[in-house]
């Protein structure tokens, strides 16, 4: 079945090239009497528009759709005339589906790299089942991506139009992070989560049914310069310093974060895994604590054993309350950065120093709380114990069994889930940490370190 079509007579002529060109004085339109159903709509300003009118069966009522804009070299007369020849092959319920399917990609190409950004969002932090039975954020790190794609993306490409951004835009962006252009200070690291972030935002937006771009943008990007990981290590006279220094009473931070500060050292444990302990995670008979897997970065369980060192800092710092490493009014543990704060100190808006942080007041080069993991673990190492069990303890998946066997990663991930014998292996590894954590900081300062500034 061919759709219908319908022509005015009053105007019906041979459509030529030359009747597009023509000026008007008003706006005009110009039915083809060879093609009926196309017209030309040709305005004052000098443009002709080719039309494609006819009358959806279905409802009865004229429709009409845009053909494309009169080009005597790309797109004629004729071109149009082909056009429709081909939509009136389709048949009248075919053609309303196609107009209805372009009609819905022309609004998903019509929204903003702003807009997408936001829906983006929504659907990161949309919460749906996983694996362990609790309802989380779809994607667990949204707070952050959701922070790049607002500081770097969205301020330069924002009232762009998502579907005309393009790699050269992308690169741009990139490469005036990198010399410190846009987003503050020069960073490689910044360029890197702002690429990785718009790349997961490009290619959603791709996937079908959403169809605001035909294809991310973010491909074959020149490469970023190479990032080394931190090495940053103490000593043990740092260690010492650092210690001692955490229980001065004239330190401008709380001494719940000095507290964190020490079981970070005494565990091995995240800053985002140790600070909101709660004490039902603390299981007294087994001497661990039960890190959920919604805190973990792997997001799985962590039984962390805890020596007598790490006991008695936890029972100090929680006193009374719930949380063993609380905020300000006590019912709340602390924030995220805390810890890092602590240490690096805080500045004002005009780059002034508002409070000094621990390192400057110790007298110690800068590091940060995980660089307190990265000593701990450098220091079981050079006390000769398990690799396999220093591994453990920083959360780190085994991937060789007992005998150097590589394991398959779906047999700690899926299949071995028994608990006991890594704990086991933990133990053997921090209990003789403390004990040497406690000779360090029990011996005198080398001569030429100081324990205040």
């Not at 507290?259 to 909101?276: D, I, N, Q, V, Y």
């Not at 490493?325 to 006590?330: C, D, H, L, M, V």
């Not at 220091?379 to 591994?391: F, T, V």
Request: charged share 30%; aromatic share 6%.
């Amino acid at each position: 079945m061919t759709a219908t079509t319908t022509t005015t007579k009053r105007s019906s002529v041979i459509l030529t090239d030359r009747a597009c060109q023509r000026r008007v004085t008003k706006r005009t339109k110009v039915y083809d009497r060879k093609c009926p159903g196309l017209y030309a709509s040709i305005i004052p300003a000098g443009t002709a528009t080719f039309n494609f009118k006819f009358t959806d069966k279905q409802t009865g009522k004229q429709r009409s759709t845009v053909l494309g804009t009169y080009n005597p070299e790309t797109f004629t007369v004729d071109h149009a005339r082909s056009k429709v020849y081909a939509l009136k092959g389709l048949g009248s319920v075919a053609l309303v589906e196609q107009l209805r399917q372009t009609k819905t990609e022309q609004e998903a190409r019509s929204k903003t790299v702003a807009e997408i950004v936001e829906e983006r969002i929504e659907w990161m932090k949309t919460k749906v089942l996983k694996r362990d039975g609790e309802m989380r954020p779809r994607i667990e790190s949204w707070e952050g991506v959701a922070r790049h794609l607002r500081n770097f993306i969205v301020p330069r490409l924002g009232k762009k139009l998502a579907c005309d951004v393009t790699k050269h835009d992308i690169a741009t962006l990139s490469n005036d992070i990198v010399a410190g252009k846009h987003g503050g200070k020069a960073s490689v690291a910044n360029a890197r989560h702002m690429r990785r972030a718009a790349s997961g935002l490009f290619n959603w937006a791709a996937e079908a049914g959403r169809d605001y771009v035909s294809a991310s943008p973010c491909i074959n990007l020149p490469k970023l310069d190479d990032e080394f990981p931190r090495t940053r290590v103490l000593s043990a006279d740092e260690v010492r310093i650092f210690w001692h220094g955490l229980d001065r009473s004239d330190l401008p931070w709380d001494c719940r974060t000095c507290f964190a500060l020490k079981f970070a050292l005494a565990t091995m444990l995240r800053s985002g895994e140790l600070l909101p302990i709660h004490r039902d995670e603390i299981n007294t008979s087994e001497g661990t604590v039960d890190i959920p897997a919604n805190r973990v970065k792997k997001r799985r369980i962590i039984n962390q054993p805890l020596s007598d060192l790490a006991r008695e800092i936890i029972t100090e710092a929680m006193g009374n309350y719930d949380y063993a490493f609380t905020g300000r009014f006590g019912n709340a543990p602390l924030a995220r950065q805390a810890m890092s704060n602590a240490l690096k100190g805080t500045k004002r808006s005009n780059g002034k120093t508002k409070t000094p942080g621990i390192c400057e007041l110790l007298g110690l080069k800068p590091f940060t709380p995980h660089d307190l993991r990265r000593t701990a673990a450098t220091m079981c190492g050079n006390l000769g114990l398990s690799e396999a069990g220093i591994s453990l303890c920083l959360d780190h998946q085994a991937s060789k069994d007992e005998h150097g066997k590589l394991l398959p990663a779906v047999t700690n991930r899926v299949y071995n889930l028994a608990t006991r014998a890594r704990v086991t292996k933990k133990r053997e590894v921090l209990d003789p940490w403390a004990i040497e954590l406690r000779r360090i900081v029990s011996e005198p300062a080398t001569e030429g370190q100081r324990l205040a500034a």
